[in-house]
């Protein structure tokens, strides 16, 4: 079992950059694949980024590629967002998540907030115009 907790969120200017984190607990955080979610009011969970066990592996989603990067620390057990060139349409409240697996997954898998087994409280994200 691993738990998470976000950290790095607040409020800036579009254009601006911010660095979320997720610090994991638990003995086993290489064994898991992990993703980055964010949430706005009124809809659902929207996927934004995963990466694989070692970090050589990433995806992400069209609207934030070529603006965000997802990283991984094992040895701190924790994962990044390097989040630049922010809009407006970012803001949102964001959540990392893990799902713990024995084999490779596919990006339409990892798009899926269903198919991860643990969350974080999330952090909210606030991008003035």
């Known amino acids: 079992q691993v738990q998470l907790v976000e950290s790095g969120g607040g409020l800036v200017q579009a254009g601006g950059s911010l660095r979320l984190s997720c610090a994991a607990s638990?003995?086993?955080?290489?064994?898991?694949?992990m993703g980055w979610f964010r949430q706005v009011p009124g809809k659902e969970r929207e996927f934004v980024a995963a990466?694989?066990?070692?970090?050589?592996?990433?995806w992400y989603a069209g609207s934030v590629k070529g603006r965000f990067t997802i990283s991984r620390d094992n040895a701190k057990k924790t994962m990044y967002l390097q989040m630049n060139s922010l809009k407006p349409e970012d803001t949102a409240v964001y959540y990392c998540?893990?799902?713990?697996?024995?084999?490779?997954?596919?990006?339409?898998?990892?798009?899926?907030?269903?198919?991860?087994?643990?969350w974080g409280q999330g952090t909210q994200v606030t991008i003035s115009s």
């Open positions: 998540a893990a799902v713990q697996t024995g084999y490779s997954l596919s990006y339409s898998f990892l798009t899926r907030a269903s198919r991860y087994d643990y």
């Open positions: 638990g003995r086993t955080f290489s064994s898991y694949y």
């Open positions: 990466i694989g066990w070692s970090g050589g592996s990433t």
